[in-house]
């Protein structure tokens, strides 16, 4: 037979093109609210509590009941089963108030119509009364307060830092404020229930976490998990907020389904979705660093004090995690930090790319920055001094193995022609004049892997058909990062088969059961490696049987560009797979995965939390106009690590994306409550997220494609989703080294994040003080 096995398009570590691309840009791609929507279906709204802490002493609903359309109101007393939706079993956070409100915009009620317009008028209409009670916004003062703990907090500490601190010849304290940030998804919460027969009940949502709203339904409704069904085609964005937001609404939706009998859908208004609805942690960190003559760190002790909302949600590992990054890529040789995760009466505080480690990363950025001031340095020259060497421990005790950081630094640096480029700014700046530059290079190191040890498992499910084409389901979720594409690259190059063969289907409970979140950048890692399990599984019945078939050794049979290979023949691979299933071979696996090499004990606070590390640097250059507070970012040049890369098209886009992102977070995107405990900055008008006109003018961005992941990752790729985030740093690094030169840089910026104009702008006029 003729041997025609020209190399496929669409394995992997090629480019290739997002499998929904065509489909984004066109209109065509379905989201949840784009579904065909059953017959009889109703619509839930909430109802928001306008007390920011207190007592609800009464409900009068008699005109929302009255109102057109209107079927009926639901309440905690309506709730079958448990009225708690928390993600870690510490039941403090219910679906609706039970007669205590603890923030402002809290869901108290929902209201249930013909129409959502319906639901919408009627719920405004509901008048609640409360009994108020003190409140307090953020950390600090919920810390002067005695709000205490939300969550158990954690110290991290390796050696002596309190008594190394006393003998080290320089120290430097200070105070960091560090803003959270609101995801702002572009499709926004939404949930649709069907009601089945018996107790069965079908949501098809917008989530990152489909077993966690799967169990979150049943244990509201008081059934098992078995009886209810998650469905999760895709999402239009999701970057944490859906991994435990989406329980709200799922809850609500399937409470009022099984109630009436009716398909119910809930989809918010963007206004009412920001302030019901969880965001990146503010924090206020004190930290002290002790250094010597040359730049090099001695000990460092810090203190973390987060807003993380009047319940834990994910603030326990969120606030962790944010001191395990709280090195960033350097070495502390004495360390002490602690975590402070304090309750507020805001919304709680939840997960967003980095979860927690972007905050954790700028405080080590703010101290180097500190000591180059102090010491007249180029803060790189002491980044570079302190960089971790291979062998030394994080404050957690794990040993770092695979630092590229040198190598990766020295790229960056010729690359960007960054010492030339510094010079050029020292000699602008030194002019005087309105317009001052910046610029700065950062690096980052970042784990990879869930610090829950049991959440770094997959699972994968595959179905080859006797016409050769192949369904592939995971558990992982696609929000427009590609996950899909990249698994099924992987599906594609073990089967040696065209990436159209294989049909890539929807998310759900059905077929991939007790899935973790798409989140801390592992859906690919685990997702991809469960879905490999699976096909090595069916490529081992093929093999055997194709041994059997030609009368060959089983080492002589390969898989080839859309053949396999036997011994001298080369059989399509549709050939093969209409004969293995005459043959009655199964044609089907479930493919497993989990982490290995991992642990941690939260008491010691010892292990290997992460499997693996990846690693960037970014080099930013900015204008700041010293009457307004505005800048720019002129130019930014980026190399990121992602291994051998799955799909270099994909992660480039997800470095662009998550550079701009971080920027976001640190210069423009800025959370405000009022005194009442109001979210003002609740929608587009008063939040402002990077717009195109904010990229760079010139944006370099490059993948370090010498690197390959030390350990046995997915094709020896790595993570991307979340590490290129903290890239954005060098943006407010660069802006604060704008600022200072209005003194001559005899002291720092020290600006609080997000470096608003206004922020900059007082910044400028206090340092010229």
Same mark, same amino acid.
């Given at each position: 037979?003729?041997?025609?096995?020209?190399?496929?398009?669409?394995?992997?570590?090629?480019?290739?093109?997002?499998? $929904?691309?065509?489909?984004?840009?066109?209109?065509?791609?379905?989201?949840?609210?784009?579904?065909?929507?059953?017959?009889?279906?109703?619509?839930?709204?909430?109802? #928001?509590?306008?007390?920011?802490?207190?007592?609800?002493?009464?409900?009068?609903?008699?005109?929302?009941?009255?109102?057109?359309?209107?079927?009926?109101?639901?309440?905690?007393?309506?709730?079958?089963?448990?009225?708690?939706?928390?993600?870690?079993?510490?039941?403090?956070?219910?679906?609706?108030?039970?007669?205590?409100?603890?923030?402002?915009?809290?869901?108290?009620?929902?209201?249930?119509?013909?129409? %959502?317009?319906?639901?919408?008028?009627?719920?405004?209409?509901?008048?609640?009364?409360?009994?108020?009670?003190?409140?307090?916004?953020?950390?600090? +003062? +919920?810390?002067?307060?005695?709000?205490?703990?939300?969550?158990?907090?954690?110290?991290?500490?390796?050696?002596?830092?309190? &008594?190394?601190?006393?003998? !080290?010849?320089?120290?430097?304290?200070?105070?960091?404020?560090?803003?959270?940030?609101?995801?702002?998804?572009?499709?926004?919460?939404?949930?649709?229930?069907?009601?089945?027969?018996?107790?069965?009940?079908?949501?098809?949502?917008?989530?990152?976490?489909?077993?966690?709203?799967?169990?979150?339904?049943?244990?509201?409704?008081?059934?098992?998990?078995?009886?209810?069904?998650?469905?999760?085609?895709?999402?239009?964005?999701?970057?944490?907020?859906?991994?435990?937001?989406?329980? #709200?609404? +799922?809850?609500?939706?399937?409470?009022?389904?099984?109630?009436?009998?009716?398909?119910?859908?809930?989809?918010?208004?963007?206004?009412?979705?920001?302030?019901?609805?969880?965001?990146?942690?503010?924090?206020?960190?004190?930290?002290?660093? /002790?250094?010597?003559?040359?730049?090099?760190?001695?000990?460092?002790? /810090?203190?973390?004090?987060?807003?993380?909302?009047?319940?834990?949600?994910?603030?326990?590992?969120?606030?962790?995690?944010?001191?395990?990054?709280?090195?960033?890529?350097?070495?502390?040789?004495?360390?002490?930090? $602690?975590?402070?995760?304090?309750?507020?009466?805001?919304?709680? $505080?939840?997960?967003?790319?980095?979860?927690?480690?972007?905050?954790?990363?700028?405080?080590?950025?703010?101290?180097?920055?500190?000591? !180059?001031?102090?010491?007249?340095?180029? *803060?790189?020259?002491?980044?570079?001094?302190?960089?971790?060497?291979?062998?030394?421990?994080?404050?957690?005790?794990?040993?770092?193995?695979?630092?590229?950081?040198?190598? #990766?630094?020295?790229?960056?640096?010729?690359?960007?022609?960054?010492?030339?480029?510094?010079?050029?700014?020292?000699?602008?700046?030194?002019?005087?004049?309105?317009?001052?530059?910046?610029?700065?290079?950062?690096?980052?190191?970042?784990?990879?892997?869930?610090?829950?040890?049991?959440?770094?498992?997959?699972?994968?499910?595959?179905?080859?058909? +006797?016409?050769?084409?192949?369904?592939?389901?995971?558990?992982?979720?696609?929000?427009?990062?590609?996950?899909?594409?990249?698994?099924?690259?992987?599906?594609?190059?073990?089967?040696?088969?065209?990436?159209?063969?294989?049909?890539?289907?929807?998310?759900?409970?059905?077929?991939?059961?007790?899935?973790? &979140?798409?989140?801390?950048?592992?859906?690919?890692?685990?997702?991809?490696?469960?879905?490999?399990?699976?096909?090595?599984?069916?490529?081992?019945?093929?093999?055997?049987?194709?041994?059997?078939?030609?009368?060959?050794?089983?080492?002589?049979?390969?898989?080839?560009?859309?053949?396999?290979?036997?011994?001298?023949?080369?059989?399509?691979?549709?050939?093969?797979?209409?004969?293995?299933?005459?043959?009655?071979?199964?044609?089907?696996?479930?493919?497993?995965?989990?982490?290995?090499?991992?642990?941690?004990?939260?008491?010691?606070?010892?292990?290997?939390?992460?499997?693996?590390?990846?690693?960037?640097?970014?080099?930013?250059?900015?204008?700041?106009?010293?009457?307004?507070?505005?800048?720019?970012?002129?130019?930014?040049?980026?190399?990121?690590?992602?291994? %051998?890369?799955?799909?270099?098209?994909?992660?480039?886009?997800?470095?662009?994306?998550?550079?701009?992102?971080?920027?976001?977070?640190?210069?423009?995107?800025?959370?405000?409550?009022?005194?009442?405990?109001?979210?003002?900055?609740?929608? *587009?008008?008063?939040?402002?997220?990077?717009?195109? $006109?904010?990229?760079?003018?010139?944006?370099?961005?490059?993948? !370090?494609?010498?690197?390959?992941?030390?350990?046995?990752?997915?094709?020896?790729?790595?993570?991307?989703?979340?590490?290129?985030?903290?890239?954005?740093?060098?943006?407010?690094?660069?802006?604060?080294?704008?600022? !200072?030169?209005?003194?001559?840089? %005899?002291? *720092?910026? %020290? #600006?609080?994040?997000?470096?608003?104009?206004?922020?900059?702008?007082?910044?400028?006029?206090?340092?010229?003080?």
């Amino acid at each position: 037979m003729k041997d025609d096995t020209t190399p496929i398009r669409g394995l992997a570590h090629q480019d290739t093109p997002h499998d $929904s691309a065509i489909k984004h840009v066109t209109g065509r791609a379905e989201y949840t609210d784009d579904l065909p929507e059953p017959a009889g279906l109703i619509h839930a709204y909430l109802g #928001l509590s306008q007390c920011a802490h207190g007592r609800i002493t009464a409900m009068d609903f008699s005109a929302t009941l009255a109102s057109p359309g209107v079927i009926g109101v639901m309440t905690a007393a309506d709730i079958p089963g448990v009225n708690d939706i928390s993600p870690n079993g510490k039941n403090d956070d219910p679906i609706l108030a039970d007669g205590l409100v603890q923030f402002h915009g809290q869901p108290v009620f929902a209201v249930i119509a013909e129409t %959502r317009d319906e639901a919408r008028r009627a719920a405004h209409k509901a008048k609640i009364a409360y009994d108020p009670l003190p409140h307090a916004l953020d950390p600090m +003062a +919920a810390k002067n307060a005695g709000m205490g703990y939300v969550t158990d907090n954690l110290t991290l500490r390796r050696g002596d830092a309190p &008594a190394v601190m006393t003998r !080290a010849p320089r120290r430097i304290d200070g105070r960091f404020a560090i803003g959270g940030q609101d995801h702002f998804y572009l499709e926004g919460q939404i949930a649709m229930a069907v009601p089945g027969e018996d107790e069965d009940v079908i949501l098809n949502v917008s989530t990152q976490h489909p077993s966690e709203v799967q169990h979150m339904v049943a244990h509201c409704l008081k059934i098992p998990s078995s009886a209810v069904t998650v469905n999760v085609r895709r999402m239009g964005g999701g970057f944490g907020g859906k991994e435990t937001q989406m329980n #709200l609404f +799922a809850c609500v939706a399937a409470i009022a389904a099984k109630r009436w009998n009716r398909a119910v859908k809930i989809r918010p208004d963007r206004d009412d979705d920001m302030i019901a609805t969880g965001k990146r942690h503010d924090f206020v960190v004190d930290y002290s660093v /002790g250094f010597d003559d040359e730049g090099r760190i001695l000990a460092v002790e /810090g203190d973390w004090y987060a807003r993380c909302g009047f319940s834990a949600d994910l603030s326990g590992p969120v606030t962790d995690r944010a001191l395990f990054h709280a090195d960033n890529a350097y070495f502390y040789p004495d360390v002490r930090i $602690s975590s402070h995760p304090m309750k507020t009466n805001t919304v709680s $505080s939840t997960a967003f790319r980095g979860f927690g480690g972007p905050q954790g990363v700028i405080v080590a950025e703010r101290m180097v920055e500190e000591i !180059a001031y102090a010491l007249g340095l180029d *803060p790189l020259e002491v980044r570079r001094r302190n960089l971790y060497k291979n062998g030394q421990l994080t404050p957690y005790h794990q040993e770092v193995q695979d630092q590229i950081l040198p190598q #990766l630094l020295d790229e960056l640096e010729a690359s960007s022609d960054y010492k030339a480029r510094r010079q050029a700014v020292l000699d602008w700046n030194a002019k005087g004049g309105v317009i001052r530059k910046g610029i700065a290079l950062t690096p980052v190191k970042f784990g990879i892997s869930f610090t829950a040890t049991h959440f770094n498992q997959a699972g994968a499910l595959i179905h080859v058909y +006797a016409d050769g084409s192949i369904a592939l389901n995971h558990g992982g979720t696609e929000m427009g990062q590609g996950l899909n594409t990249k698994v099924a690259q992987v599906v594609a190059e073990a089967f040696q088969c065209d990436l159209k063969r294989i049909k890539i289907t929807k998310t759900t409970t059905e077929k991939v059961p007790n899935t973790s &979140a798409t989140a801390a950048s592992s859906g690919t890692d685990l997702n991809g490696m469960a879905a490999l399990d699976a096909a090595e599984q069916i490529k081992e019945r093929l093999v055997e049987f194709v041994a059997e078939r030609w009368q060959v050794a089983p080492d002589q049979v390969e898989f080839v560009p859309g053949h396999i290979r036997a011994g001298d023949h080369v059989i399509p691979f549709t050939e093969v797979i209409r004969a293995a299933y005459m043959a009655r071979i199964h044609l089907s696996a479930a493919g497993f995965y989990k982490t290995p090499k991992i642990h941690w004990d939260r008491a010691t606070g010892k292990g290997r939390p992460f499997y693996y590390y990846a690693y960037g640097a970014a080099v930013s250059e900015v204008s700041v106009d010293t009457l307004t507070g505005e800048y720019v970012i002129d130019r930014a040049d980026v190399l990121h690590d992602v291994g %051998r890369s799955l799909n270099p098209a994909i992660d480039k886009g997800q470095v662009e994306g998550a550079f701009v992102q971080g920027a976001g977070w640190l210069t423009c995107e800025e959370l405000w409550w009022d005194k009442d405990g109001r979210l003002r900055t609740h929608a *587009p008008s008063t939040y402002k997220v990077p717009l195109a $006109s904010d990229r760079p003018r010139i944006f370099n961005v490059k993948l !370090a494609d010498w690197s390959e992941a030390a350990e046995r990752t997915i094709k020896r790729s790595k993570a991307v989703g979340e590490p290129p985030f903290m890239l954005g740093i060098s943006v407010f690094e660069a802006i604060n080294m704008a600022v !200072a030169s209005v003194c001559g840089y %005899r002291q *720092p910026a %020290r #600006l609080d994040a997000p470096a608003t104009p206004e922020r900059v702008l007082m910044a400028v006029e206090r340092l010229k003080a």
